[in-house]
């Protein structure tokens, strides 16, 4: 692959151009399957959605992370920055002196956005988001009757009296001039008869929206879109949302198959954070959104990785090199030689998103199966200017390094080979 000439590379480009559809393929940004575009594949899917990030109420429920302060308002500015339309924060327990700094934070950032408390369940609840100063609340419907005194210690005798009370909150809730979402939660044990019930009365209390609150993470795609489809029958004026969990890693398909039914605002959190198996990523829903399907979200994608990496180092929990989008290896094939030359032709075949896009990077490491392709690519990186002749005897003293040492090498070690072959 070493002896490509630009004739070659110009008719491969060609070749590949061919084979792109505009909005599937954007330069710079995207080459996605062309099916990926037409409805008569994906069905109808919205114009836009509203990522809602939860990822501060989230990191709270994590096993072992207690955050500072000074980090977690940095993370939580970033966050605001990052264009997320809506933010729900620690709700009203935590100190309130707090919390409504972490609002004052966020508005700083972003002055439209809309902050929401959790996990509302009372009138005095209400009272003390409003006292706060939450734009939004979230009113808790548990999927039970009696059961759903599990988290409640006022236990209800019946599923009438849980919708009863919810629509108190509700009315509450709007008589005090906030928006207000209608938190169905443990969705997947509500059938279909009981759900339009309960969105029925919930919407003529006045609620903004309903959101499918999936806990156990036990609702697929396809069920997700039926519940969405159920809500919006029952009561066509209400905004839909969906907050799914990542049981079977299907929580973006879980939000997109529930976009593609009506649903308008999906619940994520950076890296996917939450107790259990996690949320739906933030990066990885708004890529596909945006990317493979062309519906806005209105997030500042380039700021993706840098956030996500902040919630590493606010957490401790490391997601895996290869996390979707934002993984250290997400945009990594290897060091190959084909990979180089992939590269060079046309830098979306293998990956099919920009990496920059999102403000991650490409790596083509120097590794045991690299030619003298990936070599020169290398040296080319660290500045070393190589004659060409010589770049055989370089990759061959890395390639014995690298079988010695048994990992790859650092860049000042192929820096030290580099300058050992040169000057000899």
């Avoid at 151009?17 to 505009?22: I, P």
């Avoid at 490391?318 to 032709?345: H, K, L, S, Y």
């Amino acid at each position: 692959m070493d002896d490509l000439t630009e004739a070659q590379i110009e008719r491969f480009r060609a070749d590949i151009d061919a084979s792109r559809t505009s909005g599937a393929y954007e330069p710079g940004r995207w080459s996605v399957a062309p099916g990926n575009r037409d409805t008569a594949v994906t069905g109808v899917l919205p114009e836009h959605v509203r990522l809602r990030d939860t990822s501060v109420r989230a990191i709270e429920s994590m096993p072992g992370v207690v955050v500072a302060r000074e980090a977690k308002t940095a993370f939580l500015r970033l966050l605001a920055r990052s264009g997320v339309p809506e933010i729900v924060t620690s709700g009203p327990g935590r100190d309130l002196d707090a919390l409504r700094s972490d609002l004052a934070v966020i508005r700083e950032e972003q002055p439209g956005c809309v902050v929401s408390c959790p996990f509302v369940s009372t009138l005095e609840g209400v009272d003390l988001a409003r006292d706060v100063g939450y734009d939004a609340v979230q009113i808790s419907v548990p999927g039970f009757g009696p059961a759903a005194g599990i988290y409640d210690p006022l236990l209800p005798a019946s599923r009438e009296e849980v919708v009863r009370r919810a629509v108190a909150v509700v009315k509450h809730a709007r008589a005090q001039g906030l928006r207000v979402t209608a938190a169905l939660t443990m969705v997947s044990y509500l059938n279909e008869e009981r759900l339009a019930e309960t969105v029925s009365a919930l919407a003529g209390a006045g609620a903004d929206e309903t959101t499918l609150f999936d806990g156990p993470g036990a609702v697929g795609p396809e069920a997700f879109g039926r519940l969405v489809h159920v809500t919006k029958s029952a009561a066509p004026d209400l905004e839909v949302g969906i907050h799914p969990h990542n049981t079977f890693g299907l929580g973006v398909a879980c939000a997109v198959a529930a976009a593609r039914a009506g649903a308008t605002v999906v619940e994520s959190s950076v890296n996917g954070y939450c107790g259990g198996p996690g949320n739906a990523d933030l990066a990885a829903t708004a890529a596909a959104f945006e990317a493979l399907y062309g519906v806005r979200t209105g997030v500042r994608l380039d700021v993706l990785t840098e956030l996500a990496r902040m919630g590493a180092e606010l957490t401790g929990h490391i997601p895996a090199p290869n996390q979707p989008i934002t993984g250290r290896d997400a945009f990594c094939w290897g060091g190959g030689d084909w990979v180089t030359v992939e590269r060079e032709v046309d830098p979306l075949l293998h990956n099919c998103v920009e990496p920059a896009l999102f403000g991650n990077r490409r790596r083509v490491p120097l590794t045991p199966q690299s030619g003298p392709r990936t070599t020169a690519a290398t040296l080319r990186r660290l500045g070393i200017d190589a004659d060409p002749a010589l770049v055989p005897a370089i990759m061959a003293r890395c390639r014995a390094e690298l079988d010695a040492l048994g990992r790859l090498l650092t860049d000042e070690e192929i820096r030290a080979i580099a300058r050992s072959v040169l000057t000899a």
